[in-house]
């Protein structure tokens, strides 16, 4: 996996050894509750297509836990 890592970075001069993150970024205004409950629930959808758990609630540092009533590693206030 490194090895890909170094190929990632090879060709970009602020990297020195390892390309980690992909590149591009861009914002997106949360005006709606609607777009909020959209994203909160795209990132809690991320282990389970990523095949790391079944339900989002299984994975361990998901906000997906707290959202689920099971509790999670950090305490968050959920958006309503």
Known sequence: MLDQFRYAGKYDKRITTYKFWQ?????????????IDQKIEYVHQ???RA???????D?????????????????IDKAD
Do not use: K, T
């Not at 590149?23 to 777009?35: T, V």
């Not at 095949?51 to 609630?57: G, R, T």
């Not at 994975?59 to 305490?75: K, P, T």
């Open 23 to 35: 590149e591009g970024y861009h914002a997106i205004q949360l005006d709606s509750n609607e777009m």
């Open 51 to 57: 095949l790391i758990v079944e339900q989002a609630e």
């Open 46 to 48: 991320n282990p389970v």
């Open 59 to 75: 994975y361990l540092f998901s906000s997906a836990r707290n959202y689920s009533l099971l509790g999670g590693v950090i305490n």
